[in-house]
């Protein structure tokens, strides 16, 4: 019934850099977990090795039971919003956001339908026909998440996706971000820095340091010990 399963994983980049060692970690369907830590812990590696965009260098990674390991980013039931939105500037809000369905071969009347729903759940119906370089911040970070959103992934990787916007945009994303967390019922991996960011939004808190995980908590234990 686990989600996603780490089992001792490990990553040493070829220059002999140890960037995570004996990674444990079982989060169950439906959580949202934040990687809490320093720059240079080891967060966007233990994120990269779970979307598949870095091999692990030992151990084990499971989603949904089945061992991924050796499967391809786009074989991985994950979807990933980074920091920089890596938008396509001369499509449409809307095809930007269609453009995963669309490179998944699916039929115009599935994809617009899907698109559809989420335009709407982001509040985006608006902008729909907009190009997004003249957008906000805030918007372009909605439809990062749109696109991530629509091809309904089992797992959501974030990494520090709103380290960009400033602190009154910040809050209102991230409220966001976790009433759609609950509506959908998806598990949210959330790397961060900022420890405000990991309470307000976590059910459960990887501390992280040198590339190893010093605590596992919920955000009311994160300072006490039981
Ligand atoms: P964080 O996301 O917590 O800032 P990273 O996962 O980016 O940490 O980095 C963990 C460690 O691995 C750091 O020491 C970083 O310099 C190193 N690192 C990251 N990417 C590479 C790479 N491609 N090659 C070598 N070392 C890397
Ligand atoms: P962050 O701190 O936000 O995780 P960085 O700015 O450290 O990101 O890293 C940006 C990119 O550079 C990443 O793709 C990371 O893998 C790479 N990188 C980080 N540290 C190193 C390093 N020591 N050697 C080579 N690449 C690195």
Known sequence: SHDLELIQVGKTYDDGTVAVAGFDLAVSRGEFIAFLGPSGCGKTTTLRMIAGFEAISSGTIRIRGRVVNDL???????????????????MTVRRNIGYGLEVKGLAKADREAKVDRILAALGLEDI???????????QRQRIALARGLVVEPDILLLDEPLGALDANLRRAIQNELRLLQ????????FVTHAQSEALS??????????????QISPPRELYTRP
Do not use: C
Not at 182 to 189: A, K, Q
Not at 201 to 214: A, P
């Open 72 to 90: 391809p980013p786009e074989r991985r039931p994950t979807s990933t919003i980074f920091q920089s939105y890596a938008l396509f500037p001369h």
């Open 182 to 189: 609950r509506t959908l019922g998806i598990t949210f991996v």
């Open 201 to 214: 939004l976590s059910d459960r808190i990887v501390v992280m340091n040198q590339g190893r995980v010093e």
């Open 128 to 138: 729909a026909e907009r190009r997004p370089d003249r957008l906000s911040g805030g």
